[in-house]
Structures are given as C-alpha cells and as structure tokens.
C-alpha cells in the first residue's frame, strides 16, 4: 500500500475478524511511528514519504549505524564475524533483491547491532528501519543488489580489520546510496 493510500478501519477490522477497537489501537502507534496520519473526521492515510523525509530518516539511521560499528568493532568475537560471513554468502546466491535478500539484509545488520551488545541502541536501529523498510521494498527493484553486496563485504573486512574509518565511511555510503536511488523516478536506478 503506498504513500497517500486511504485505509477504512471497517474493512480492516472485517478482514481481520476484530472489532474497531483493537485496529483504531493498531492505527494510534502507526502514527506514532509516523507510518499513517489519522485526519480526525476524514480517516487515516498511508504516510507519503517526501525527500526530507527520507534525508532526515536515513541521517539518523546513519548515525545509529555508525555508533553501533564503532562499538562493534571494540566488541567483535569470531562468532560475530563467521555469523555475518555465512550471511553474506548465503546472499551472494541470490539473484535478485527479494524477501529472502531482505531477510538476509535484516540477519547481516541484526548481527552487528547483536556484535555491539547495546540492547537500546539495536532496538532504535530496528524500530528506524520499520519506520522505512515499506518505502525500500516498494523500490527494491530500484535499489538491485550488486552494490550494496558489495559495500556489506566491505564493511565486514573492515571490521575484522578493525579499520573503523573505513567501515564507517563505508556504512554512510551505504544508505547515502539508498537514498539516491529512491529519489529516482522508479526504474532510474541500476
């Protein structure tokens, strides 16, 4: 469902098999995640995501991220790295940016917010990519794969290598590069 789509909180709680209540609940902590927008007397709306929302979005998870590598590279353990090495190569199998692809993209970046070990700051990490996780699948095919593959192999060697520059410089690319591609007219990226 995309941006400016209308949601009836009837046909919702019909599909569902609930009563008003629970989906109306539902909606109030979509708002407050910024994910629909509920127009008292005009019913609720599908957030549309405008450039500044999508630069301000991304600047903080780029911050969120950076913070968790620095502090995952302090922390890392061979099981850290051999968990991502086996994501990475599971990922390096597939073809195309799909639900597995996404799946795997979520393992990859779980396990160094898990290498961190900062509860709080991985729960803020995931709760920003559900704040834009809709608006990435909707241009997945935009986004492709073979880059940001590449920048996760990356940021991986660097890590290991404990080069924090690089592996924070490598994870700003990384979403600055999502970025770009979503502001594209769909289909203009490679």
């Known amino acids: 469902m995309g941006g400016g789509s209308r949601l009836d909180i009837d046909e919702i709680a019909a599909a569902h098999g609930v009563s008003r209540t629970p989906v109306r609940d539902a909606l109030k902590q979509l708002e407050s995640e910024g994910l629909v927008q509920v127009f008292p007397y005009r019913g609720v709306e599908v957030t549309t995501l405008t450039q500044a929302d999508l ?23 061979p099981q850290h790295l ?86 924070l410089a490598t994870i700003h690319s990384h979403y600055m590069d999502t970025v770009t591609a979503m502001s594209l007219p769909s289909g203009g990226a490679g």
């Open 55 to 77: 630069e301000e979005l991304f600047s903080i998870r780029i911050a969120l991220e950076q913070l968790c590598i620095a502090r995952a590279i302090e922390h890392l353990k």
């Open 82 to 167: 051999e968990a991502m090495r086996r994501t990475l190569r599971r990922m390096d199998r597939l073809k195309k940016r799909d639900e597995s692809w996404t799946n795997l993209n979520l393992e990859f970046h779980n396990a160094i917010y898990d290498a961190a070990g900062w509860p709080r700051l991985a729960e803020m990490l995931r709760a920003q990519r559900v704040n834009i996780e809709r608006y990435v699948r909707a241009r997945a095919d935009d986004l492709g794969t073979q880059r940001q593959q590449s920048q996760h192999w990356t940021l991986l060697e660097a890590m290991e290598k404990g080069d924090r520059a690089t592996a």
